[in-house]
């Protein structure tokens, strides 16, 4: 079964500096991941994908993340954080077991604070 | 291109009663799957639905049920409320084959008193 965790469940940044969210997966198959970000009393966008193309994604709004299967990590970062930054994010793990992406594991989540 | 569209946005019921949540699906999506999402246990998954057929269901009461009709729309019922059921229920869609991404909508918020 699959399990995400994520290291932090609140995070704070200054206005410009580096975002650094952390994500751990537990996979028993190649993991397909995801990291969804969540504004208050909104739905979940998403923000960027791996699905096994590329080690490193780029996502919207200058997000990125690195698969690093040794670490069974993704991680997520920005290089400079924005006040509009400021939410939930949750990383998540695909099961394919029925052979398609039906249903997505979700980590605890991680609130983000930007402060000027 | 319309996104998942989820009604009513909030609601509040009593305990006992049921309580009936609609979503329509990004057209074109075939797949429907619904979330609770609570700040004490996160997201977790309910259903999904593809093609009215329930394809595959989380760890829930028998409670919670849901269908799909042929439009793709799907509804997701909760009966006999309890307070624990209060929460925010998120409804997703997707092509509901291979990899194809999923989509939330804004989902509806149930408080239960």
């Known amino acids: 079964a699959q399990s995400v965790t994520q290291l932090g469940s609140h995070v704070s940044v200054s206005e410009g500096a580096l975002v650094l969210l952390r994500c751990n997966y537990s996979?028993?198959?190649?993991?397909?991941l995801f990291w969804y970000v969540q504004y208050p009393n909104q739905g979940l966008q998403l923000l960027l994908k791996?699905?096994?193309?590329?080690?490193l994604v780029k996502g919207i709004n200058g997000f990125e993340a690195e698969f690093k299967k040794s670490e069974t990590s993704f991680h997520l970062t920005k290089p400079s954080a924005h006040m509009s930054d400021a939410a939930e994010y949750f990383c998540a793990v695909s099961d394919l077991s029925g052979g398609s992406n039906y249903k997505l594991t979700f980590g605890k989540g991680t609130l983000l604070t930007v402060n000027p | 291109k319309a996104g998942v569209t989820q009604t009513p946005r909030y609601l509040i019921k009593t305990r006992g009663q049921q309580v009936t949540l609609s979503c329509s699906p990004i057209s074109g999506h075939r797949s429907v799957s619904w979330y609770q999402q609570t700040p004490g246990q996160g997201l977790q998954f309910l259903f999904e639905?593809?093609?009215?057929?329930?394809?595959n269901k989380g760890n829930f009461p028998g409670r919670f049920s849901g269908r799909q009709f042929s439009n793709s729309r799907s509804e997701m019922n909760v009966s006999t409320l309890e307070l624990g059921d209060s929460a925010l229920y998120l409804c997703?869609?997707?092509?509901?084959?291979?990899?194809?991404?999923?989509?939330f909508g804004e989902g509806s918020w149930l408080t239960v008193v």
């Open positions: 639905y593809f093609s009215e057929t329930q394809r």
């Open positions: 791996y699905t096994s193309a590329a080690t």
């Open positions: 997703a869609s997707s092509l509901g084959q291979g990899l194809d991404t999923i989509y």
């Open positions: 996979s028993s198959v190649p993991p397909y």
